[in-house]
């Protein structure tokens, strides 16, 4: 079973416009850490935000937001007034204790802002 | 700090050739990962080292891929003899926790065997 779900392959977006990028995670482990990652064209994977099971508090980063939510797993991303250079590959991540927190990867959404 | 290093950026050689990756992490990092990336397999996690020590090889696909991190600055993956199929794009990443951490990417090595 996946243990990373990220529905969305890709999304198309005009600039300016908000756009969310959905994150559904399984696990049993009581303490796990949650990540998205951005992959933009140029290729390298830049860390964005790292969440752990115990703090529900939704983040907000400029125009980045988070919504972890424990109820649903779900550890949403926001991207308010896209831009252009917002256009990347999307991962989500979980790291489990049970499992020696190795990282266990989404399939990425690939995020496309037209201008 | 100047990130974590890969050479080459790309390299495309023909099946049976020896390849020969390296890294170079960021100082003072005790972690260095190796990942392959593939459209159709997603990011794979290769092996992982601690203090030049490796950790977990159980990604490492077969007996003809190899790593090594002789010292805390320098690792290599290697591929012999190559295969059609190794065509990916393979990542060194290093961090100073395990993944509990935040893992900083290098901008990967784009290998195309023909």
């Known amino acids: 079973a996946q243990k990373v779900t990220q529905a969305q392959t890709e999304i198309s977006v005009v600039e300016k416009e908000d756009v969310t990028l959905d994150c559904v995670y399984e696990?049993?482990?009581?303490?796990?850490?949650l990540f998205w990652y951005k992959q933009p064209p140029s290729g390298e994977l830049v860390f964005l935000i790292r969440?752990?099971?115990?703090d529900e508090q939704n983040e907000i980063s400029g125009r980045y937001s988070w919504n972890f939510q424990k109820s649903t797993s779900s550890f949403n991303f926001t991207i308010t007034a896209s831009q252009v250079v917002d256009s990347a590959v999307y991962f989500c991540?979980?790291?489990?204790?049970?499992?020696?927190?190795?990282?266990?990867w989404g399939a990425g959404t690939k995020l496309i802002i037209k201008p | 700090d100047a990130g974590v290093i890969q050479s080459p950026r790309h390299e495309v050689t023909e099946m049976g050739q020896e390849v020969t990756l390296r890294c170079k992490p960021i100082?003072?990092?005790?972690?260095l990962f190796w990942y392959r990336q593939t459209m159709m397999r997603g990011l794979e996690l290769l092996i992982y080292?601690?203090?030049?020590?490796?950790?977990?090889d159980s990604g490492m696909p077969e007996d003809r891929f190899s790593a090594k991190m002789p010292n805390a600055s320098f690792s290599t993956l290697k591929i012999q003899p190559s295969e059609p199929r190794d065509s990916a794009v393979y990542f060194c990443?290093?961090?100073?926790?395990?993944?509990?951490?935040?893992?900083?990417f290098g901008e990967g090595s784009r290998l195309t065997v023909l």
């Open positions: 969440r752990n099971s115990f």
């Open positions: 080292f601690n203090n030049n020590v490796p950790i977990d």
């Open positions: 100082s003072g990092h005790d972690y």
């Open positions: 991540a979980l790291s489990e204790a049970d499992s020696n927190y190795q990282l266990i």
């Open positions: 696990t049993r482990d009581t303490t796990y850490y």
């Open positions: 990443a290093s961090s100073l926790e395990t993944n509990t951490g935040e893992l900083f």
